[in-house]
């Protein structure tokens, strides 16, 4: 990340006048931005929130890759390109992140921020020719370019970046923990639950191979919804006609791009679907929404199966990571689950704004660009950051209470259940309730009403069919 600070103009900070086509304009003097960068920071002061880094990086890379192919174009001389490149990869890099200060509330299709990074890029190439103003914003460093189709491109670039190098590492790793202790618990029966009342017991390795299918079907559905994603509309530019661009160079700047990330980007076969709409991004998002509520499920059960520890089930014990109560003493949370569904209840919110967005598309263009693009990008980095997280802070260190699980499921009336064949159902339904009415395990209930005298089945036939681990393991065909 840069070192810059904002340069957002303050009572005593010294200015600058730029002008664009609107007239002149107050810029901070030591901005790298100029006038219409200036005009969007009055014209949006709202939520303080700038559009996110990784978008503006996607941007410059695109302004870096577009420069190179049109000097091959012959639309720009080379000595401009190169000086575009240089600059725009200099962003890309971070190296000056403190001068993109507009907020993402914006124009709808992120032509301000777009400007942002095109003033940005001229400033420092002029700087690299020697200070005169031979770059140009818009007619050089935006060549063959509008707003509304590389900030869209931009949002696909870093959104699809992410997945592939952040989000889907997160979940395969997150998922190789939660496997790792299905295997680990594969013989720790404990009561099943159903509507929250007992039922008939399970392993505590089965619930945690179903988390792991969980994750492992996330990561599926996000990989299978980050490939139309990876559509880029580039090369559309004002409309989906592509006036003012070289034929050749959308699918030129693409492959740059594609080969610099080394993530398959394409051209879109549609530039008036891809500029129109956003539904591969609804779609995508759509995915994460999933992953949140897999999620969701995993970290609320933790919760329950690590309550106590006398007044609650405690049938698995979560690592200990911090105090848990500023006023009684002792008292240890469960912090990491709880920090990731508050990412869950996140990201399912930035989907309803994913939705809302995409269907804000009036004829040729969406104009809730930026605001997509920052839901989109929110939601990656918190599920990628905080599945590994869960995964390591909490997923590896979880101890199962094995004793205290079998003693509930061996207490639990619901293992009444294999004595139906035996003895049937209505006759199984009043052995529990004496069970339960009497403080008496189901054995004992069973001998003391006759079911063995009377020949219904064997003290054997007894004793393995409330074999607890058994129940788990029905034969199979």
Same mark, same amino acid.
Not at 33 to 43: P, S
Not at 77 to 82: I, K, N, P, Y
Not at 439 to 462: C, D, F, N, P, Y
């Given at each position: 990340m840069s070192t810059n600070t904002s340069p957002t103009p303050g009572q005593d900070t010294p200015m600058r006048t730029e002008h664009d086509s609107m007239g002149e304009v107050q810029v901070p003097a030591d901005a790298l931005y100029a006038a219409q960068t200036a005009r969007a920071v009055e014209n949006f002061p709202i939520s303080g929130q700038p559009v996110p880094a990784a978008i503006v990086h996607a941007l410059a890379l695109i302004k870096s890759a577009a420069a190179g192919v049109n000097a091959e174009l012959r639309v720009l001389d080379g000595v401009?390109?190169?000086?575009?490149?240089?600059?725009?990869?200099?962003?890309?890099?971070?190296?000056?992140?403190?001068?993109?200060?507009?907020?993402?509330?914006?124009?709808?299709?992120?032509t301000s921020t777009n400007m942002n990074v095109n003033e940005v890029v001229a400033t420092l190439a002029n700087q690299a020719l020697g200070g005169e103003p031979v770059v140009h914003p818009n007619d050089h460093v935006n060549a063959g370019q509008s707003s509304n189709d590389t900030f869209p491109?931009?949002?696909r670039v870093a959104g699809v970046r992410l997945v592939h190098d952040e989000l889907l590492p997160a979940l395969?790793?997150?998922?190789?923990?939660?496997?790792?202790?299905?295997?680990?618990?594969?013989?720790?029966?404990?009561?099943?639950?159903?509507?929250?009342?007992?039922? #008939?017991?399970? *392993?505590? @390795?089965?619930?945690?191979?179903?988390?792991?299918?969980?994750? &492992?079907? +996330?990561?599926?559905? #996000?990989?299978? *919804?980050? @490939?139309?994603?990876?559509?880029?509309?580039?090369?559309?530019? &004002?409309? +989906?006609?592509?006036?003012?661009?070289?034929?050749?160079f959308a699918p030129q700047v693409i492959a740059r791009v594609a080969a610099r990330t080394g993530v398959e980007?394409?051209?879109?076969?549609?530039?008036?679907?891809?500029?129109?709409t956003q539904d591969a991004l609804v779609a995508l998002s759509g995915s994460l929404r999933v992953v949140a509520v897999s999620l969701t499920k995993i970290c609320n059960d933790?919760?329950?199966?690590?309550?106590?520890?006398?007044?609650?089930?405690?049938?698995?014990?979560?690592?200990?990571?911090?105090?848990?109560?500023?006023?009684?003493?002792?008292?240890?949370?469960?912090?990491?689950?709880?920090?990731?569904?508050?990412?869950?209840?996140?990201?399912i919110g930035n989907d309803t704004t994913m939705t809302v967005g995409g269907a804000s598309g009036t004829f040729e263009l969406n104009v809730m660009l930026p605001v997509m693009g920052q839901a989109l990008v929110e939601s990656i980095t918190l599920l990628a950051n905080s599945s590994r997280l869960l995964a390591d802070r909490c997923v590896s260190g979880?101890?199962?209470?094995?004793?205290?699980?079998?003693?509930?499921?061996?207490?639990?009336?619901?293992?009444?259940?294999?004595?139906?064949?035996?003895?049937?159902?209505?006759?199984?339904?009043?052995?529990a309730k004496q069970s339960l009415a009497n403080r008496q395990t189901i054995r004992e209930v069973?001998?003391?009403?006759?079911?063995?005298?009377?020949?219904?089945?064997?003290?054997?036939?007894?004793?393995?069919?409330l074999d607890v681990l058994a129940m788990t393991r029905p034969p199979q065909p």
């Amino acid at each position: 990340m840069s070192t810059n600070t904002s340069p957002t103009p303050g009572q005593d900070t010294p200015m600058r006048t730029e002008h664009d086509s609107m007239g002149e304009v107050q810029v901070p003097a030591d901005a790298l931005y100029a006038a219409q960068t200036a005009r969007a920071v009055e014209n949006f002061p709202i939520s303080g929130q700038p559009v996110p880094a990784a978008i503006v990086h996607a941007l410059a890379l695109i302004k870096s890759a577009a420069a190179g192919v049109n000097a091959e174009l012959r639309v720009l001389d080379g000595v401009r390109a190169e000086a575009i490149s240089a600059a725009a990869d200099a962003v890309a890099a971070g190296e000056h992140d403190g001068h993109f200060p507009i907020d993402v509330y914006q124009t709808g299709s992120g032509t301000s921020t777009n400007m942002n990074v095109n003033e940005v890029v001229a400033t420092l190439a002029n700087q690299a020719l020697g200070g005169e103003p031979v770059v140009h914003p818009n007619d050089h460093v935006n060549a063959g370019q509008s707003s509304n189709d590389t900030f869209p491109s931009a949002i696909r670039v870093a959104g699809v970046r992410l997945v592939h190098d952040e989000l889907l590492p997160a979940l395969e790793h997150l998922e190789q923990a939660l496997a790792a202790k299905r295997d680990e618990f594969a013989d720790v029966v404990k009561a099943g639950r159903t509507h929250l009342m007992d039922a #008939v017991p399970v *392993t505590l @390795g089965q619930e945690f191979g179903g988390y792991a299918r969980q994750i &492992a079907l +996330g990561r599926q559905r #996000v990989t299978e *919804t980050a @490939g139309p994603a990876a559509e880029l509309p580039l090369g559309g530019t &004002a409309a +989906g006609t592509g006036i003012n661009a070289h034929p050749q160079f959308a699918p030129q700047v693409i492959a740059r791009v594609a080969a610099r990330t080394g993530v398959e980007f394409t051209e879109a076969s549609d530039h008036f679907e891809a500029q129109s709409t956003q539904d591969a991004l609804v779609a995508l998002s759509g995915s994460l929404r999933v992953v949140a509520v897999s999620l969701t499920k995993i970290c609320n059960d933790l919760r329950w199966m690590g309550s106590g520890p006398r007044a609650g089930l405690q049938e698995v014990q979560l690592p200990d990571l911090q105090p848990g109560s500023s006023i009684m003493p002792g008292k240890v949370n469960p912090v990491l689950p709880e920090a990731t569904l508050m990412v869950c209840a996140r990201v399912i919110g930035n989907d309803t704004t994913m939705t809302v967005g995409g269907a804000s598309g009036t004829f040729e263009l969406n104009v809730m660009l930026p605001v997509m693009g920052q839901a989109l990008v929110e939601s990656i980095t918190l599920l990628a950051n905080s599945s590994r997280l869960l995964a390591d802070r909490c997923v590896s260190g979880i101890v199962a209470n094995v004793e205290h699980n079998r003693e509930l499921a061996e207490s639990s009336s619901a293992i009444v259940t294999p004595l139906n064949k035996y003895i049937g159902y209505e006759a199984a339904a009043a052995v529990a309730k004496q069970s339960l009415a009497n403080r008496q395990t189901i054995r004992e209930v069973v001998l003391e009403r006759g079911h063995v005298e009377k020949g219904e089945l064997t003290e054997e036939q007894l004793d393995a069919a409330l074999d607890v681990l058994a129940m788990t393991r029905p034969p199979q065909p």
